[in-house]
């Protein structure tokens, strides 16, 4: 069966500092990988997702990045962090073939408050 | 482009009252799906239901139940006899072909349901 993983599962970092934030699925290939952030009290916004290896869409044009290095892992980073970016970190996959009846399997999320 | 909205911030309910989550969204594609997930307390979002646009039946299972009505672009979402463990944020998603292949998926705001005891 496929799992998802995500880490860290908390973070708490200063304004100014880099970030990573990881994410792996196993059990699967060449899934879609999505990032979305829930800040406080809001709905989920889509960051970024991926089709493939190197292949990213970026949905906002913010202080993050995304990058898949290897076919099930999938990572968010920033360089610098803001106050802004503190919220709640999702990544998602679903089948990469298939349509849009495909359902989105979750991560546990990672919680990041910026200081 | 699309759009879920989820006008209801925030609901309260006691126990056993029943409850209806509302979820009205926009697409000019005639091939379309719909979602609701739940996030518990925990944060992690758990898929409850898909609809695609073809199949307007009423779904039933167990205590939830889910009206799609394509003429009013709602997909909403009744909790009957609700119970302390249904507290939790609810979100209604609906999927779109994007570039690539792939698909989009967007959320709506989420409705925070509350059952008292």
């Known amino acids: 069966s496929q799992t998802i993983h995500q880490w860290p599962a908390t973070l708490v970092q200063p304004v100014g500092s880099p970030l990573s934030l990881e994410c792996t699925v196993e059990?699967?290939?060449?899934?879609?990988l999505y990032w979305y952030r829930q800040a406080a009290g809001r709905g989920l916004q889509l960051l970024f997702y991926?089709?493939?290896?190197?292949?990213i869409s970026s949905e906002v044009p913010q202080n993050l990045s995304a990058s898949r290095p290897q076919d099930r892992q999938f990572i968010l980073s920033s360089k610098k962090l803001l106050l802004s970016d503190s919220g709640f970190y999702l990544c998602?996959?679903?089948?990469?073939?298939?349509?849009?009846?495909?359902?989105?399997?979750f991560g546990a999320g990672s919680r990041l408050t910026v200081l | 482009a699309q759009k879920v909205t989820q006008a209801q911030t925030e609901i309260s309910v006691v126990e056993k009252e029943d409850v209806t989550l509302d979820c009205v969204y926009e697409t000019r594609d005639t091939t379309y799906y719909l979602f609701w997930y739940k996030q518990p307390p925990s944060g992690e979002l758990v898929f409850l239901i898909r609809r695609n646009s073809f199949d307007e039946q009423n779904e039933i299972s167990g205590r939830y139940s889910w009206n799609f009505q394509k003429s009013t672009s709602s997909f909403n979402f009744t909790i009957t006899a609700s119970q302390v463990v249904d507290s939790a944020v609810y979100f209604c998603a609906l999927s779109e072909a994007g570039p690539s292949g792939t698909y989009k998926y967007i959320f709506g705001t989420g409705t925070r349901l509350k059952v008292l005891a």
């Open positions: 998602a996959w679903r089948p990469g073939q298939g349509s849009g009846a495909n359902v989105l399997t």
């Open positions: 059990g699967t290939s060449n899934p879609n």
């Open positions: 991926s089709v493939g290896i190197g292949q």
